[in-house]
Nanobody, 127 residues
């Protein structure tokens, strides 16, 4: 079992930066591929970024590529999402998620690939 808690959200202006954190707890917390998703008002939840358990491979949605960076520090059981050059369309609740299989060399893009979810953190970008 893995428990996830996001933090770092807030209200910023367009062009600003934010760094989200996802603290994982549980005996195997650092052994799982992780992902970030977001859900804007009135829209379905969408994929943002993912990282393998080792941190060696990452993948991004086209809408955030070049602006967002996902990383992890397994010694701290924490995954980060550095968000630069924020736009109003980045406004959403951001969720981190963990894949159940340990030590997988893959990363995952679909919501259905993730078994553990945090409660979300709100990011609001004003124009």
């Amino acid at each position: 079992q893995v428990q996830l808690v996001e933090s770092g959200g807030g209200l910023v202006q367009a062009g600003d930066s934010l760094r989200l954190s996802c603290a994982a707890s549980g005996r195997t917390a650092s052994n799982h591929a992780m992902g970030w998703f977001r859900q804007a008002p009135g829209k379905e939840r969408e994929f943002v970024a993912t990282i393998t358990w080792s941190g060696l491979s990452t993948y991004y949605a086209d809408s955030v590529k070049g602006r967002f960076t996902i990383s992890r520090v397994n010694a701290k059981n924490t995954v980060y999402l550095q968000m630069n050059s924020l736009k109003p369309e980045d406004t959403a609740v951001y969720y981190c998620a963990a894949h159940s299989e340990q030590y997988s060399s893959r990363y995952y893009l679909a919501e259905s690939d993730y078994d553990y979810w945090g409660q979300g953190t709100q990011v609001t970008v004003s124009s």
